[in-house]
């Protein structure tokens, strides 16, 4: 069966998969045993999961709707999940609910809950108010490669780029050839490796994007020398790269939503490719954790 969704139900499922602990299980369109009818039921979002040896089933139904939900939706509920294997409904609703249905809510132990635009004072007790950039482009570049010699480095390009590198007698190429070479093939894809890795501690805030990152490597080449012009053999074993580098950036406009004592911050951007990344941030004030979740939606 396809599942049936809109972006009201998939923003709240997305929210219970990044509460919901590891071991449990969140599903849109999720299908829960009827045990009077002995057949399957279809709820919109279904959470599963197990503590302390128990296992325990939640029931989501959501509405999107701007005008307050009715008692009638309510008796709905109660009627769909009298017979349901769930140890909790909740109803979900974007425009609210009347206070008639909120008080048969209760009486059937349905929990009623909205979301609304969250608003400066909400977030004092949330660790942060995150700001989203997407990286359009990012470049690294060599900036100089430097020799060690009488315990001071000094830059190649004294020597000439042109210069060629000899080993064991042996022609290696030039300067600008071999080390540039040695950058791309080498060195480039280790810095990337190691700044994504720890992306989060080298970028804590939009400004530090900004910044040029300078990134200093020390290798050794045994037996590389160089002949000056002179004639002479100048060792150039032992090296140091300099790279710099910079990142293009885009900001995404943001809109903060405050869901069941939850901020969540969603928000989209249209790619160079056309295709849009649609984004959600969920900050729970009990844990004091964020969740970050991402997606691609290919261009139709």
């Excluded at 919901?20 to 849109?28: A, F, L, N, R």
């Excluded at 608003?119 to 900036?143: A, C, M, Q």
């Amino acid at each position: 069966m396809p599942k049936r969704t809109n972006d009201f139900q998939e923003l709240i499922a997305t929210v219970y998969k990044q509460i919901t602990p590891q071991s449990g299980k969140v599903t849109e369109s999720g299908r829960v045993v009827d045990k009077d009818a002995n057949t399957l039921r279809e709820v919109d979002i279904l959470v599963e999961y197990r503590y302390a040896h128990h296992d325990f089933k939640l029931a989501i139904e959501c509405r999107d709707r701007s005008r307050k939900n009715s008692v009638e939706w309510i008796d709905e509920l109660i009627g769909k999940t009298r017979s349901m294997a769930v140890n909790k409904m909740v109803a979900v609703s974007k425009g609210g609910f009347t206070k008639s249905a909120i008080t048969k809510a209760q009486a059937h132990e349905i929990e009623t809950l909205t979301i609304e635009q969250a608003i400066e004072t909400d977030w004092e007790t949330f660790p942060v108010k995150p700001g989203l950039v997407v990286l359009s482009e990012e470049n690294y570049r060599l900036h100089d490669v430097l020799f060690k010699e009488d315990e001071q480095y000094r830059s190649l390009v004294d020597l000439g780029l042109n210069s060629v590198i000899i080993k064991d007698g042996e022609k290696v190429g030039s300067v600008k050839e071999t080390f540039e070479y040695f950058f791309l093939k080498f060195l480039l894809p280790r810095i990337q490796e190691k700044v994504k890795a720890d992306f989060l501690n080298i970028f804590q805030t939009k400004k530090d994007l900004s910044k040029t990152l300078y990134v200093e490597s020390d290798h050794t080449f045994p037996g590389f020398v160089v002949s000056s012009t002179s004639g002479e053999e100048i060792d150039i074993s032992n090296l140091r790269f300099m790279v710099h580098g910079s990142r293009r950036f885009a900001d995404v406009k943001q809109t903060h939503l405050k869901f069941n004592d939850l901020i969540v911050s969603t928000g989209e951007h249209l790619d160079t490719d056309g295709s849009l990344l649609k984004f959600t941030i969920t900050q729970d004030p009990e844990t004091k954790k964020i969740h970050c979740k991402w997606k691609r939606e290919k261009k139709v």
